[in-house]
C-alpha cells in the first residue's frame, strides 16, 4: 500500500531563517506531489505542483520553493522566512492523471502536516 | 476561474439530527472529492464523486452530485459527536487538471 510521509511534524523558526520541509512517498512510482498551506481557521492554498522529477508549477507568488530531486520526494523551502509563512503545510499525492477521458477516480492522498510557527 | 462555495461555513448540530452541507461551484467539472479534516490533523478522504446523479454513502455520510446545478450535497443523518469536524469539497482547477480547488470548508459541532 501507498503511504506518505511528512517531517518535521512541528517547527518554530525565526524570521528571516532559512525553511526546508520534505516530504516522500512509498508504494508508488510516477506520483503527482503537491505542497498545499493552510492558515489558521482557512482552507487550502495549493503552492507547489509537480508530475515529475524536475517538473514543478508554482501556483502563488512568494519566497518559497519546491524542488523534486527524486520520485517520491518533494521538498518545500525558504531562504528567509516571513511572519506571512506560519501556518499548516501540507504534502499531497495522487496517482498520474489517466487521460483527458478517463476521470480520476482516486483522490489526492495528504500527508499528517507540518505546523509552522515563525516568531 | 473557477469558485467553489460551501456553506454553511459554520454548523453547530445536537446529536441525533439531521443537516446538510452544500457546495456550489462555477464551472463545469468532471469529478468532486469531499475530505474530512480532525482539529489539527491533516485532511482524509471521504468520497470521489465521477459523474451527474452520483450518490456514495459512508455510515451517517452521504454524498451527491448534480453537474448540472453545479452543486454537491453532503447529508449527515443522525449525526454522533464523532462526525465533529471540519468537511471540505474540492474540484479541479480545470477539465483535466489535477490541481484541485478547494472550498473554506464547514466546521461542523456535533454536541450531545
Known amino acids: 500500500s501507498q503511504t506518505i510521509h511528512q517531517w518535521p511534524a512541528t517547527l518554530v523558526q525565526p524570521v528571516g531563517s532559512p525553511l526546508s520541509l520534505e516530504c516522500t512517498v512509498e508504494g508508488t512510482s510516477n506520483p503527482n506531489l503537491y505542497w498545499y498551506r493552510q492558515a489558521a481557521g482557512r482552507g487550502l492554498q495549493l503552492l507547489f505542483y509537480s508530475i515529475g522529477i524536475d517538473q514543478i508549477s508554482s501556483e502563488v507568488p512568494q519566497n518559497l520553493s519546491a524542488s523534486r530531486p527524486q520520485d517520491r520526494q518533494f521538498i518545500l523551502s525558504s531562504k528567509k522566512l516571513l511572519l506571512s509563512d506560519s501556518g499548516f503545510y501540507l504534502c499531497?499525492?495522487?496517482?498520474?492523471?489517466?487521460?483527458?477521458?478517463?476521470?480520476?477516480?482516486?483522490?489526492?492522498?495528504f500527508g499528517d502536516g507540518t505546523r509552522l510557527s515563525i516568531l | 476561474e473557477l469558485k467553489v462555495e460551501q456553506n454553511p461555513l459554520f454548523l453547530s448540530m445536537q446529536e441525533g439530527k439531521n443537516y446538510t452541507i452544500y457546495c456550489n461551484y462555477s464551472t463545469t467539472s468532471d469529478r468532486l472529492y469531499w475530505y474530512r479534516q480532525d482539529p489539527g490533523k491533516s485532511l482524509e478522504s471521504l468520497f470521489v464523486l465521477l459523474s451527474n446523479g452520483a450518490v456514495k454513502q459512508e455510515g451517517r455520510l452521504m454524498a451527491s452530485l448534480d453537474t448540472k446545478a453545479r452543486l454537491s450535497t453532503l447529508h449527515i443523518t443522525a449525526a454522533v459527536h464523532d462526525l465533529s469536524a471540519t468537511y471540505f469539497c474540492a474540484l479541479p482547477q480545470e477539465g483535466g487538471s489535477e490541481k484541485l480547488v478547494f472550498g473554506k470548508g464547514t466546521k461542523l459541532t456535533v454536541n450531545p
Open positions: 499531497a499525492w495522487s496517482a498520474t492523471y489517466p487521460g483527458p477521458r478517463v476521470a480520476s477516480n482516486q483522490p489526492q492522498h
